[in-house]
Every structure is written in structure tokens, then in C-alpha cells.
């Protein structure tokens, strides 16, 4: 039965609960095939995630190989295929634990950088598991500059070989997954060496493993890198290389080829292969960061009105935290922002859709503005959501200290999405150098990419609201927040420009205003996703009270962003002190509102019990009943521990010689 | 030998570290005794933590008490005793992961609470370790709230006993440490009735578990609540009384007594029991709280002198990683924090030993002032550091989330710091009602305690700051801190008077000001600690160039904090944005300033490489080495794993039915 102080909350939702799915979905034929899809993962026990906070790295492993297998017979047995409408579902209803994804990357490695002739080759071996595939890209010593790679393999003329080695110890490979244990293959990036040149990066296909009985292959050291914060299901690996020898075949060559005498040829264009770097940032973005942020507050909020403490007014019963200002302003712009990077991210999945039309017809004019978009918003969204996480794991209390909360493992999950596929820093780098150029071809009167157009429009003036109603109009914040980037990126790249006329050399003056630009780049990313929430809101139907709820939601987000970066709108005077205080009161304002339909927004969500694996977060809101439920499987309540025969009992007993 | 590229930073220190570490143990004799301490813990194999990052919650359980116990063998061999000069460093060269805390605590509260009957009788027993205490007062559905517990004792005239129960499951006791497998005895926490009067929450001791074979007593149901994002060597467990009987005498009853015939009688002042509770908030910031920043900052700075990537000029070396500016900005002000409160702490400590004088003079008059200091510095300094503990992390990138960095355990610890020994927004809004009360009393000419008397002065001017050497001008950036704690007391006081004179009730005014209130008090706490660093650095000896480094760290942490929290301080023009640019230029130059002396500043923290037990962090810089050691120790690596022959095997030989 449902926690009456939870059913109670959905009986007031402002809006259909249903219909808000199926939009959040993209339409209620998606629901349908999302809940089919969920609800066979869910009912195969094979798939079951039960001990999941139980479990040894090793166990961690062991399971996810065991449901990677099990998934290829799933899947056949569903009739689900790689294309079909099912497969983008399978993944969020596993909830990411299983093995075998870099295989996949080895797959997609081959297909964009393999000639016809490797494609035919390794991709049926690959597709029929007659060989598991990695990605052996990062060493120890490098990660973020790939140019610094530090392995080499040498052509051999006479033999017509590539001789792979890892000259030093930073040049191990370390952190490919699927490599500790699983692979029997891996692409490695090396450096290429042909008579005694260095031509830099390219990949070559390494065999590691026997197939036969999985002992490693002769000159290869490999192994696990050990134990993580989170990720305990991924055999993250180390690679040795010897003296390894590959035949000229295995460097993957669609752009550059080796030729038997040794000639380096070079043909076509990379570009294409940059844009697959570029996707997969995106691609990361919905299934690695927003649904586990759109989890953390599902958790967080359900618990939030179950859990009842102190009182509000004397005399009557505790209430529910929920009721409690600073627990609503701790949890429900993190809400907020959940639906905000749903939005944003169908922009940049269409953004990124279109893009590809267009390079397939070999027109590269978009790339530089999708690369800045995937950079800077990889960077913002990652770090924004796993801020917006470790705020929902705090605002449970201890309990969300447990890891059965399931909020912990969120959080450490979450915090990884800040550094692989690009640290962060440098990504907003490299979106920032992006907008200077931009904004520099603009102020010449040149034009720029339709992103970045509002960086000519820069109007000195001032924010026009009056009172806190104006706050809520959605002219006067976005009109704010494109004020702020516009100002940012410009003074930034004054500051630029003065650094270099004053002498300071080109490279010097940009590190000088790497923070400034970090910055720059990310009230960018804050300000186009302000102008998107607003946009979806409009197109939304008027209709079952969705688009009045979005729209109190699209409020807040851009209030909280006002309110918690007001350095930034106050500086130049554009927002005064008396109209900050304005915002600050709608945005207080909202928080009452938008709390009526905290459980039903989050409800929306659809996520079910077992996916969420949180004693705090299910539908029913038996949190107390749950956690102790859970509690007495762990483990550590099994039997007696040994450390009572081996210290307490004789310390207790004083048979020791006496303390 | 140690790494070249961290040897040269240590070659140019601008201070003696030496020195500066004998000033932060107060003295040169105490970093005498520091490290004998140290020294003879870690060359006492049975307080490895070699395998930490490696073993289960069952094992990390099991060395906590063998440590526990053997510490009791240690501490006679040493010579150490609980009031010695040694005992403090104890903890800190265990690193924590020991068991028994609770055991002291479960003293602690019969000497405070207790009668002295009761202490002549259990306190000895306690010293011996005849049993092992725990302290029962979080339950289930009740932590912030200790009157809302639901735990009950009834008074039973006729066998001069109390009954307690548990009786729902919400009034379940969870969390208390020490008590899930390890207690025989435990002070339980319970709603006292007699008559059928309740007369609110008393402690009371109860035996939980047979001293002979450790089996459960009857009525009690115990057990371990599993497992939690750190503290996995704690047994917190949960309990559950049935009619459990306890002697009359077993209700601790120093302040309050129920007489055999039912009498109920309260007697003396509870007012040092709360004083207890505030020390316990004080004590644990130095060891739980800014040793593990500091060690952090420890390990992310050595990392990042060794750590090259990238080129910061053309046809150079790669850049060691601290010399970008978003680098130095990430982990510079962590370092100036460590500092700051390493201070502040020395201050509080300082403040609270004279307190504790005063009240053993039967002086209560500085009790609201001491507990509103420690109230509002815990949670400051607890939020943070755990922000700053996060930032080390995440600067350096993938291998800081490799839990053999050490960085992952540092933060998922001090995380908890937030929630325990009271919720860091609870207590910040204890502060801000000490707070409004003072501003009130000063605004009516009133004297107040003497850490408030700022708020009487409140001038309205500007920031006098003409250029950025200004803003290296401690008057100026304390005057600045100043202006801004009094404006969000006095503007949040303005508001909530203004809401009741509007006709909102007292205790709904105060919820919607709650928001602001959290801000203020933590505005308060910045501003006593700015302040405080400053007096600090007046006062060091101006030889041997740590009055000087002192000095920069003081601006450098004052200066982040206008920069990262501009808005308040721009918000009525105190400061201009033309100063805000100047406070920013004088920031941004601070840290190449300091990243000069980065190293020696946090060598002079004075850290063995055992107790970082950090693959990053050791004092020879020899990373990638260690990194590749450590990880062959992993149990992941120590044999092939049962997915080979269970699932890989058949996989790639295709013995199973054909995919």
C-alpha cells in the first residue's frame, strides 16, 4: 500500500501525469515500447540488480559479463535489433551495468577508421563474438593531449610488420574497459614510426589474448587497474607491449596506409572521424547524466514527503521536510534543471542529426559550431547535474548516506561523466575559443554561426522589470542571461586583446584569461539552454496543464541561475540590487508553487522500482520498512563475524594477558 | 629517489617548511610528539592500511577492531595515556579506521548524565572493557529532531523497572555506530512515562547483547543497517527493543530521577549537557574535516607538479599541469581554506577552552554565543571542505578517481561531516536566530557578545578600493566582508519583520526568510574567519618567510570569495564592478604568486606517505610507478576470474546454441 503522505501528493497534480510522460518520451507510441522494454529486463532475473550494494568488485564484474551474454539471447529471443525502436531503451533499463560497451567502441572504431576491406574482415568476427574487442586509447601519462601518447609501433620493412612497444611506464595503457579481463582484442593508439619518422596517432588492432584458452598474448602484460569509485562492473585495464608484432594489415587505414616500401600516404578527410568524437560526447549526455539526475530527484523528493521532522507550526503534527523553504530550494531547481537538459539535449540530438545530413553531403561548414556545442555542453550539463546530485544525496540526511538509498552510487557514477570523453576545463577551453573567434568575426560585421549570432547584437542597456512579476516573464530573463554571456565573452576577449598589444605573448596572454573564458563558455551553455526551455515552453500544448507547469519550471531554472550567480547580472548594472531583490522574491515565489506538483513531476519520470534500487525512492513510499528490510540482507548480517571469536570475546572475557 | 619534477619545487621555497609546520602543531615540541606517534603506529604492521582500498565491508569491520584492540596493547607499551600529550595524534595516525568511537562516547554521556553512583559502577567496567558501549539516540524516522524520538520507557512500579519498546518501525534505533555487531551495552534514548505521564526524552542504559557469547539479549533484534558510501569499518546498526526490562537505576540520573514510588524529579542545570553537544561539533573539525582537505590539497598538488600534459608555449615540454591558470585556480584556494580554518579551528578551540572554564564556573552567559559559533562553523567549514575535498578530486582527472589516489575515500568521509552531529542547514539556521536576535538587541542600543558587535556598527559607504593593489589590503577586503555579513542580517531581519507586521505568522515568516537566513549565517562565519586569518597573519614572526607566504594565502582566500560569491558584495555598489575587476586581476595574479611555494605549503602539512596512502600523493612524486604497483595488488588481478569459463568461454568458442 502506498505511504499515505505520498498518495496524497498525486492527488493534486496540476497537469496528467501520463501525457507529461509521453511528451518527455517524444510521444506516447516511444512510452509504450520504452515500458515493453523495461518490463522484460525487469522480469528476467538474469538481469536482477538486487545485491547490486552487496557486491565485490569481482561479483560487480562477474555480473555484468554474465548480462552482457545474457542479452545477446534477450535480445534475440525479443526480437530487439541494433536498429530497431527497442535498442536505445535496453541500456537505461539495465541501468548501465553490463560489459562489453567498449566492444562496441572497437566496433564503431573500425567501422569509421577501417577500409572495406578491415571492415569485412573484423566486423562479423566482432558482431559474432568470435572476439571481444577494447579501445586502447589513454596511458597512464596521457589522457586530455592526445598528441603526448607515448606508445610506438615501428614499421618493419623486411618482415611487414608494425613492432608495438611501450617504451616507458607512463606510456602503459591504462583505464580502457573491458580490457583487465575480457578482451581478446584491442585497438591501440601508437605512435607510427617508418624509417625512423614519426608520422604521429593512428590505431592498430592488437590481438592480447589467446582465443583459445585467454592467456595472454606473448610481449603483452595486461591486467585491472583495481578498484574505482564507482564502475566496479568495468574491468578498466593496463597494457604492457613488448616487441609486439601485427602485420601491416592491422593499422586501420580508410585515411592513411603504409605501403609495403614504406610509403606514408594520407588521403581523404579526418573531419568525419573528429564528428564521431564530437557525437558520442553527445550521445553520453542522456543516458550517463540527466536520467541519473532525473533519478537523484525522484529519490530525493518522494522521500521528502514521507519524511516528516520538526514542526513547521506549534502544536500541529512534524511535517513533511518538503514543507521546509531551504529543503524546497535545495531540491526543486535540481528538478528543474532535470527537465531543462531534457530539453537541451533533444536540441543538440536534432542539432547533431542535422549536422550529420550535412557532412554526409560533404558540406563541413557546421563542424566548428557542433564542436563547440558538444564541448561546452558536455562540460556544463555533466558538472551542473552532478552538483545537482550530490545536492539530492545531501538532502536526504543519513539515509541518503546509505547506500541503499541508491543515491551514492548515483553520485559516484555521475561525478565520472566530468572527466571521461573530454575533462571538462578543457572542453570549455575549447567552446571559448570557439565564441572569441566568433565574436571577433562579429565585431567586424562578418557572419557567424546562427548560435552565436546574438554576440553582435550586444545593447548596452538596462533590464527593463519593475517588480518581481517581471521576473517571470520570460523576454526579461533571457534578454539577462544573453546580456551576462555577451558581456563575459566580451570582456574576456578585451582583456585578451589588451594582454597581447601590452606584449604579453599570444599563448601567456590565454592562459592568463583561461579562468575568464572557462566562465564565458559556460554562461553560453546557461544562456542558450535558458532560450531553449523558453522556446519548448511556447510550442508546448496548453492543453492537461503541461505547459503551465514547464512554464513555472522554466522559471525557476533561470531564477536559480540568476540568484546563485548574481556576481555576474549585477556587475555591470545591468540587473540592480533592487531588481535582484525582485528576482530573488519570484524565484522564492516559485519554489511554494512548483512544490504542489513536486511527486507528480517527478512521477513523470516513469522510472519503476527496480530501476531506481533505492530504499527511499519507490512508488509506495515505504522508505523505513524498505531500508530495514534491506538492511538484513547485507552481508555484514549474515553470521556472527570472526572477529568476535578472534578480539571481542577475548578482550571481553580479559583471557589476554591484562590490558 | 624522488621525481625530478617535484624535487625542483621544493629547491625554491620562500620559507622554512620546517617552521611553518612546528606553527601548525603550536609549537616544535608537539611536532616532536606528532611524529613519534606516527612513527611508532606505522611501523606496527597491525595498523597497515596497505590493503584498505582493496577489502570488504566484512574486512574493513574485522581490522577496525583488531586495530581497536591492539591499540589497547600499543598504548600500554607506549606509555600513552587518554590524558597525555600523545592521545591526540592517535586518531589522526590510525586515519580513523579504528573501532570503539562509540565506546567513548557511551562513557562520555554516563560521566555527564550519570549520577555518581552510576559512574563509580559503569565506568570502570567501560575502562576495562568488560562490556563495549554504544549510544542510542538516532532512530529510523527521527534525527534532527530528538523530541519527535519514539522510542518509549515506561515506568513499572511494581518491579521497580522500566519497559522499553520500540514501537513502530519508524522508532527503530539506526545508525548508531559500534552497535551493529560489536556492543554488548548501549544508552538508549526513550520518551520516559510513568503514570502514564509522558515527561519527554532520557537515556538509559541497556545491555543488548550476552557478555558470555556475544548472543542477542531477549527482546532485542540488532544488526548491522549495511552498507554506506564510507565507514564501512563502523558496525552502524540498527535495534529493536520488546519489552526489554531495565533496573530503576539504569536511567542515567544525574539531572533527572523517577523515585520508586513514581516521583518524577528534575534537579540542576542541563545546560552543560547541551554545552557537551556543542564541543563534540568543534572537536571533530580538526581531525575529520580539514586534516582530510589538507591532505588532499596534499595530493592534488604533488600530482599536479608531476602530471604534464599539453604545451603552455610552442615547441616546449609539456606543461606540468599546476602551471595553467585553471589549475591553480582550482586547487590554490583549497590550500588557502586548509590554512584558513586550520586557524579558525585553533581559534574556536581557544574560545571554547575559556568557555569551559567560565561554565565550570557556573558562568552560563557565553553559552548562546558558543553554541551559535559552533553551530554556524561546523557547517560551514564541514560544506567547505567537502566542496574543496571534490575539487581535488575531480582536478586531477581520471586517475584521482581511481580510488588508489585516496581521493574518493577522503571525500566520501568527509561528506558525512555535513549530515552528522547535526544537519549543516539545521544548525546554520541556529546561527541566523542567534544572529537576528543580536542585530535586534544592537539596533536598540543593547550590548551584545563580543563576536557580534559588528553588526551594531553597520556603516552605509563604499568599498574605498582605487586600483588592485587596494584589494591585497586586508582592512579593505575585512571591511568588505563586513559590510556584506551586516547588509544580509540586517536586509533578512527587514524581511521578516516586514512579513509580520504584514500579518504572516511568526513561525510561516521565518520558514519563507529561511532561505536568506542560511545565507547570512554563512556569510557571518566567512567573514569571522577572514578576519581571524588576518589577525593570525599579524601576529606570525616575520622571519623564516612564513609571515610573508601567510600573508598572500590570507588575500588569496579572502579574494576567492569575492570573487566566487560576487553578487553579495555587489549587490548595494559597495563594491563597484570597476572594483570587482580590480579584486578579480589581484585574485587571478595571487595565484601565480602562490603556486611558487605550492609544494612547500603543503609539504610543510607534514604527511607520511602511509598516512595519505596515496598513489598520487607520496612524497617522491614516483606516480605512474605506484600506480601500476598498487593495482597488481588488487584481488581483481589475483587469479582469472569464473567469467572466463562460465560465460566468456562459451561466448567466443560458440558453444552455446548460436546467437
Not at 539526475?293 to 521536510?321: D, F, H, N
Amino acid at each position: 500500500s502506498v505511504n499515505p503522505d505520498l498518495a496524497s501528493e498525486r492527488q493534486t497534480a496540476s497537469f496528467s501525469v501520463e501525457k507529461l510522460t509521453a511528451r518527455l518520451d517524444g510521444g506516447a507510441e516511444h512510452t509504450r515500447i520504452r515500458r515493453a522494454v523495461v518490463q522484460a529486463i525487469e522480469c528476467d532475473p538474469e538481469f536482477s540488480r538486487e545485491n547490486q550494494y552487496f557486491q565485490s568488485q569481482n561479483e560487480r564484474y562477474e555480473a555484468a559479463v554474465r548480462k552482457a551474454v545474457h542479452l545477446q539471447k534477450k535480445m534475440h529471443e525479443m526480437g530487439w535489433t541494433e536498429n530497431g525502436p527497442e535498442f536505445k531503451y535496453i541500456y537505461r533499463a539495465l541501468s548501465g551495468d553490463v560489459a562489453f560497451l567498449l566492444h562496441r567502441i572497437f566496433m564503431r572504431s573500425i567501422s569509421v577508421l577501417g577500409s572495406d576491406k578491415q571492415i569485412a574482415k573484423w566486423i562479423p568476427l566482432a558482431t559474432q563474438y568470435q572476439l571481444i574487442g577494447s579501445y586502447a586509447q589513454t596511458e597512464l601519462g596521457h589522457g586530455t593531449y592526445l598528441q603526448g601518447l607515448e606508445t610506438t609501433a615501428i614499421f618493419d620493412i623486411t618482415t611487414q610488420e608494425f613492432i608495438l612497444n611501450t617504451p616507458k611506464i607512463s606510456a602503459m595503457k591504462w583505464w580502457p574497459g573491458d580490457m583487465g579481463r575480457s578482451a581478446t582484442h584491442t585497438v591501440v593508439f601508437a605512435q607510427l614510426y617508418v624509417h625512423g619518422k614519426c608520422y604521429g596517432v593512428h590505431p592498430f588492432i592488437v590481438q592480447i589474448r589467446s582465443l583459445q584458452d585467454h592467456s595472454l598474448c606473448p610481449g603483452i602484460t595486461a591486467g585491472d587497474i583495481g578498484p574505482k569509485m564507482n564502475f566496479e562492473h568495468v574491468d578498466n585495464g593496463y597494457l604492457m607491449l613488448q616487441n609486439v608484432r601485427v602485420p601491416r594489415e592491422n593499422m586501420l587505414n580508410k585515411f592513411c596506409e603504409v605501403q609495403p616500401d614504406g610509403t606514408y600516404i594520407r588521403r581523404g578527410s579526418q573531419k568525419i572521424n573528429y564528428f564521431t568524437m564530437t557525437t558520442v560526447r553527445i550521445s553520453l549526455i542522456s543516458d550517463e547524466v540527466i536520467i541519473p539526475l532525473m533519478k537523484a530527484c525522484t529519490i530525493a523528493i518522494r522521500y521528502s514527503v514521507v519524511r516528516r521532522q520538526s514542526k513547521l507550526k506549534p502544536g500541529e503534527q512534524e511535517a513533511k521536510i518538503l514543507d521546509y523553504q531551504t529543503q524546497q530550494e535545495k531540491l526543486l531547481p535540481q528538478l528543474a534543471a532535470a527537465y531543462a537538459f531534457h530539453f537541451i539535449n533533444d536540441y543538440l540530438q536534432e542539432l547533431f542529426d542535422k549536422g550529420y545530413r550535412e557532412i554526409q553531403r560533404k558540406n563541413f561548414d557546421t563542424l566548428p559550431e557542433l564542436h563547440a556545442f558538444s564541448s561546452g555542453f558536455k562540460a556544463m550539463v555533466t558538472q551542473y547535474c552532478t552538483s545537482a546530485v550530490e545536492i539530492c544525496l545531501r538532502a536526504c540526511g543519513g539515509h541518503g548516506y546509505s547506500l541503499l538509498s541508491g543515491l551514492p552510487s548515483l553520485y559516484t557514477k555521475i561525478l565520472a561523466s566530468c572527466i571521461y570523453e573530454g575533462e571538462n576545463t578543457i572542453l570549455l577551453l575549447q567552446t571559448a575559443r570557439f565564441l572569441i573567434k566568433c565574436f571577433m568575426t562579429a565585431s567586424t560585421g562578418q557572419p557567424v554561426p546562427p548560435s552565436v549570432t546574438y554576440l553582435a547584437a550586444m545593447k548596452p542597456g538596462k533590464c527593463p522589470a519593475n517588480n518581481k512579476l517581471d521576473f517571470l516573464s520570460p523576454d526579461i530573463y533571457t534578454e539577462a542571461y544573453q546580456h551576462m554571456a555577451v558581456r563575459l565573452i566580451s570582456s574576456t576577449a578585451a582583456k585578451l586583446q589588451g594582454l597581447i598589444q601590452s606584449g604579453v605573448k599570444k599563448h601567456e596572454a590565454w592562459n592568463q584569461c583561461t579562468v575568464q573564458l572557462a566562465q564565458a563558455a559556460k554562461a553560453h551553455c546557461h544562456y542558450i539552454t535558458v532560450k531553449n526551455f523558453v522556446e519548448t515552453v511556447e510550442k508546448l500544448e496548453t492543453t492537461s496543464g503541461i505547459q503551465k507547469i514547464m512554464k513555472h519550471l522554466c522559471d525557476l531554472f533561470a531564477l536559480h541561475g540568476i540568484f546563485s550567480n548574481a556576481g555576474v547580472f549585477l556587475h555591470d548594472g545591468y540587473i540592480s540590487g533592487a531588481q535582484m531583490d525582485m528576482a530573488t522574491a519570484s524565484y522564492l515565489g516559485l519554489l511554494a508553487v512548483i512544490r504542489k506538483d513536486a511527486v507528480p513531476l517527478v512521477d513523470a519520470f516513469d522510472f519503476t522500482d527496480k530501476s531506481l534500487n533505492s530504499a527511499l525512492g519507490s512508488y509506495d513510499g515505504q522508505v523505513y520498512q524498505r531500508l530495514y528490510e534491506w538492511a538484513q540482507k547485507s552481508p555484514t548480517n549474515k553470521q556472527m563475524s570472526p572477529a568476535y571469536e578472534r578480539y571481542l570475546k577475548p578482550l571481553l572475557h580479559n583471557t589476554r594477558s591484562k590490558i
